[in-house]
C-alpha cells in the first residue's frame, strides 16, 4: 500500500472517446504530479500542483487537461487522443519542503491507457 | 539544465553476484539524489536517498553514496536476488522557495536476476 491510488489501472479508448483518470492520496501531502512513461523513454513530467494550484505544465498538448479539486485529489481528463498517447500514466504526491531538501515522492501504480 | 544519466540496460546477472548501475547528474544547485526501483506491473518505490553531499543511502542491502565531486550517485548490491529483478530509475530533485520539487529521472535500468 503506497498512499497513492490511481483508478482505473488499465483502459483503452477510441481517439473519439473522453474519460478520466483519477488519482487519490492518503498521506496528507500538498503536492501531486502527473507523469507519462512511454517504453524506452524517460519518465516524462506533465503537471505539478501545489496546494490545489497548477504549478507546471510541461508544454502537454491541450487534449490532456488536469484538474485538481483539493489536494488529495487529482485528475487527468482525456479527449481526442492519439496512439502515441498510450502509455503508462503516473500520478505522484511528496510533501513541499518549503526550501529545505526535497523529500521523496509516492507513486500511484498507474493507469495503463492504450489509445486505439 | 537539470539531467540523468544512467547506463544503459539490460542488465543480466546470476543470483549472488555483484551489482552495479552508473548513474552520473547535472544539475545548478544542490539536488537531492533518489534511487527508486519499479517491480513489474507497479508504480515506482522510493529504494534510497541522499540528501547532500557524501550522504550514503541504503535500504535492502542496496547502497549509493552522494559523490558531489564525480556527480554520480551509482547504485551497488553486493549480492543480488532473483527478486531484485526489476527496472532502477535514478532522479534526482531540486527544492525551490514556495514551490514544488521536480523529480528528474534517468531512462532506467532493467535488471533480471537468475537463479
Known amino acids: 500500500e503506497t498512499g497513492v491510488t490511481q483508478t482505473p489501472r488499465h483502459l483503452v479508448m477510441g481517439m473519439t472517446n473522453k474519460k478520466s483518470l483519477k488519482c487519490e492520496q492518503h498521506?496528507?501531502?500538498?503536492?501531486m504530479y502527473w507523469y507519462k512513461q512511454s517504453a524506452k523513454k524517460p519518465l516524462e513530467l506533465m503537471f505539478v500542483y501545489n496546494f490545489k494550484e497548477q504549478t507546471e505544465n510541461n508544454s502537454v498538448p491541450s487534449r490532456f487537461s488536469p484538474e485538481c479539486p483539493n489536494s488529495s485529489h487529482l485528475f487527468l481528463h482525456l479527449h481526442t487522443l492519439q496512439p502515441e498517447d498510450s502509455a503508462l500514466y503516473l500520478c505522484?504526491?511528496?510533501?513541499?519542503?518549503?526550501?529545505?531538501?526535497?523529500?521523496?515522492?509516492?507513486f500511484g501504480q498507474g493507469t495503463r491507457l492504450t489509445v486505439v | 539544465g537539470n539531467s540523468v544519466t544512467q547506463m544503459e540496460g539490460p542488465v543480466t546477472l546470476s543470483e549472488e553476484a555483484f551489482l552495479t548501475i552508473n548513474c552520473t547528474y547535472t544539475?545548478?544547485?544542490?539536488?537531492?539524489l533518489f534511487w527508486y526501483v519499479q517491480y513489474p506491473g507497479e508504480g515506482l518505490q522510493l529504494l534510497l536517498k541522499?540528501?547532500?553531499?557524501?550522504d550514503k543511502g541504503s535500504n535492502k542491502g542496496f547502497e549509493a553514496t552522494y559523490r558531489k565531486e564525480t556527480t554520480s550517485f551509482h547504485l551497488e548490491k553486493g549480492s543480488v536476488q532473483v527478486s531484485d529483478s526489476a527496472v532502477y530509475f535514478c532522479?534526482?530533485?531540486?527544492?525551490?522557495?514556495?514551490?514544488?520539487?521536480?523529480?528528474?529521472f534517468g531512462k532506467g535500468t532493467k535488471l533480471t536476476v537468475n537463479p
Open positions: 505522484a504526491s511528496s510533501q513541499d519542503p518549503g526550501g529545505q531538501a526535497p523529500t521523496e515522492a509516492f
Open positions: 532522479a534526482l530533485s531540486l527544492s525551490s522557495q514556495g514551490g514544488s520539487e521536480k523529480l528528474v
Open positions: 541522499a540528501t547532500k553531499a557524501d
Open positions: 544539475a545548478t544547485g544542490y539536488p537531492s
Open positions: 498521506l496528507g501531502h500538498n503536492a
